[in-house]
């Protein structure tokens, strides 16, 4: 019998915590041998009722494979196949407590397990629309899973792939994992009902790659009941999500009142410009024709936009980045890892949780083995008091604390890459919500010998032989992108982030996603 342990990393959610099912994963690792051990960064806790799931791809064994975790989690077979070399099964369940958990996947007589985990928000059911799996052979650059069926809006599909060499996830796709030695997993969701399957670039080898794709939870609502604040005679605009349901949302207002000057449409967005400074609370309602769901949002309006301004800015290469911060700061952090077999996390002293924000994975094919990196950006709302953290990020590492923004801007403008490009390259635009909004942004190059260079208006912040990030403050609403230079033609992808300047009589809050602490490996 082999065993894998793994223990999920995760602060507990703070007391304004939401989440976004457009941005939902939480926290994802995997494990390339019978023992892993993901508690390098002293934390080791769950949030009772999250989603988690167990993918495993191995090289033997036909018997039966239990997963069981500390948590009394209990976990539904999601999908297996044992009929040939290498196996692979997926498992999922709801945590089962909150606190530390350890999980342990056993199966029969099997050898060499290669193991994805990831923890997201409870916005799905255990009921599968379908699962199905692609054998390849020779040396394809990318593989296709075939297609499977979404019955409902907002399907969660998790694909898992193993290959001899290496497997990376392709564009349109989020990364699970951070290093992909031999495997990798990959997420997104689906959006309308359809067919979809997943793709993974391979670096030459056969191998095995799996989907499964998670029915949405019945229709509901994602939105944060406190939506980003308003300023008087200002333009304003604020889309609500909601998750599940069989066909197109369509939203009304059906009780209570918005502040004057601001209406919603019957596609979901608050838009407007507020007359006054008088907030305003309302019931809102979602329906897809046959279900709804309800909910109670509430918009205050500030008197005037305060200027975002950097307390702190500083670049670390390896190890930890000791920044000093203030109750309320925003923390981002902006990392890549180009280092095969290493192990990249994002984490603090102090207990502030963090929403990831953007990953991007790319080939290593430069250096002419089988390797690749990946690069993220994530963000936290410092809780305590002034203190200094020290966030490690990864190889090489940026780290912006900022005050008086408000709210993450919602369209991250992730240009995954890897494209091809020489001279100014630019990341795609991202349209600002509010004047005086906050850029931030990254970009690596596929070649290490190379140079990727962020350029004017944006304040150069980190650079290195091979990516580089930066900063600026945004003007009037428009469309902004973020100009880098490239030394010679190289694939490359990109980042770039906006944030809300914050109003007077607001805290800071980043509702992109579930705070979460981000511990990937």
């Given at each position: 019998m082999k065993r894998l342990f793994l223990a999920l990393l995760l602060f507990p959610a703070l007391g304004f915590c939401q989440?976004?099912?457009?941005?939902?994963?939480?926290?994802?690792?995997?494990?390339?041998?019978?023992?892993?051990?993901?508690?390098g960064g002293g934390y080791a806790t769950i949030v009772s009722g999250d989603l988690l799931i167990v993918a495993m791809s191995f090289t033997a064994g036909t018997g039966s494979v239990t997963v069981n975790d500390t948590r009394s989690s209990s976990w539904t077979q999601e999908y297996l196949d044992t009929s040939a070399n290498p196996s692979i099964v997926i498992f999922a369940a709801y945590a089962g407590g909150s606190g530390a958990d350890t999980i342990t996947v056993t199966?029969?007589?099997?050898?060499?397990?290669?193991?994805?985990?990831a923890e997201f928000p409870p916005n799905w059911s255990l009921t599968k629309d379908g699962a199905t799996l692609n054998r390849f052979s020779g040396t394809p650059a990318t593989v296709t899973t075939p297609n499977v069926t979404s019955t409902l809006n907002n399907d969660l599909l998790y694909a898992h792939g193993w290959s001899g060499l290496r497997v990376w996830p392709t564009v349109g796709f989020n990364a699970v994992v951070t290093d992909y030695y031999y495997e990798a997993a990959e997420w997104k969701v689906?959006?309308?009902?359809?067919?979809?399957?997943?793709?993974?670039?391979n670096n030459g080898a056969s191998g095995i790659a799996a989907v499964l794709l998670l029915q949405s939870n019945s229709l509901a609502i994602t939105t944060p009941s406190t939506l980003p604040s308003a300023v008087a005679n200002s333009p304003y605009s604020y889309t609500l999500q909601a998750a599940g349901g069989v066909s197109t949302y369509t939203w009304s207002k059906t009780g209570g009142t918005l502040p004057s000057g601001l209406t919603l449409s019957s596609s979901g967005v608050i838009s407007g410009t507020p007359l006054g400074s008088a907030p305003g609370t309302a019931t809102v309602k979602v329906t897809d024709g046959t279900n709804t769901a309800t909910q109670t949002v509430s918009i205050h309006v500030g008197t005037?936009?305060?200027?975002?301004?950097?307390r702190t800015a500083s670049t670390q290469y390896g190890g930890s980045n000791a920044v000093a911060v203030?109750?309320?700061?925003?923390?981002?952090?902006?990392?890549?890892?180009?280092?095969r077999g290493s192990k990249q996390k994002i984490w603090d002293g102090e207990g502030n949780l963090y929403s990831t924000l953007g990953t991007v994975a790319m080939p290593y094919a430069a250096v002419g083995y089988d390797a690749s990196y990946q690069f993220q950006s994530d963000a936290a709302v410092v809780a305590s008091t002034t203190a200094t953290l020290g966030v490690n990020g990864g190889i090489n590492q940026a780290v912006i604390v900022i005050?008086?923004?408000?709210?993450?801007?919602?369209?991250?403008?992730i240009t995954e890459g890897p494209f091809a490009g020489s001279g100014t390259v630019s990341t795609s635009s991202v349209t600002t919500l509010a004047p005086g909004s906050f850029f931030a942004s990254e970009a690596l190059c596929e070649n290490i010998n190379f140079h990727i260079r962020i350029q004017s208006p944006f304040t150069e912040l980190a650079y290195y032989t091979d990516g580089g990030s930066g900063y600026y403050s945004s003007g009037a609403i428009g469309g902004y992108s973020a100009p880098y230079t490239l030394s010679n033609a190289d694939n490359y992808g990109d980042l770039l982030f906006a944030f809300r300047p914050a109003t007077t009589g607001t805290a800071p809050v980043i509702s992109g996603g579930r705070k979460a602490k981000v511990t990937m490996y």
């Open positions: 989440y976004n099912h457009s941005v939902p994963m939480i926290q994802g690792y995997y494990s390339e041998s019978d023992a892993c051990d993901p508690t199966q029969t007589g099997a050898s060499g397990q290669y193991t994805t985990c689906t959006g309308a009902p359809g067919s979809y399957s997943a793709t993974f670039n005037s936009y305060l200027t975002p301004t950097v203030h109750a309320g700061d925003v923390v981002i952090t902006l990392s890549f890892d180009n280092n005050y008086n923004v408000q709210d993450f801007n919602g369209d991250a403008g």
